[in-house]
């Protein structure tokens, strides 16, 4: 398997991954990010995904919300990244 093989399968998982999270909010956050965005991303941004992701649903969703502010572990500019798409989808 080549370098770009993968990635290419990395980002497979991630995509399968964010549409089957365990909560039906969580997926529909994260999922179409993944769609839009995975075929992009480098292996560092694939990084910042995969440690957002391993976050448990719960939290992750107050933290989505705006109801809690994430801890300091937290990649909170991917995060942003990934609110400001979700409001751009509810806004279309």
């Known amino acids: 398997m080549t370098a770009g093989e993968d990635i290419s399968m990395r980002r497979k998982k991630l995509r399968y991954r964010a549409w089957h999270r365990g909560t039906r909010e969580m997926d529909l956050v994260l999922g179409p990010y993944a769609d839009a965005h995975t075929e992009a991303m480098d292996t560092a941004q694939l990084d910042r995904l995969e440690a957002l ?3 448990e649903d719960p939290p992750l969703l107050k ?12 990649d909170r500019d991917f995060l942003a990244l990934v609110i400001a798409d979700h409001h751009a989808r509810l806004a279309k």
């Open 53 to 55: 992701m391993s976050e």
């Open 63 to 74: 933290w989505v919300m705006g109801q809690e502010t994430p801890p300091d572990h937290i």
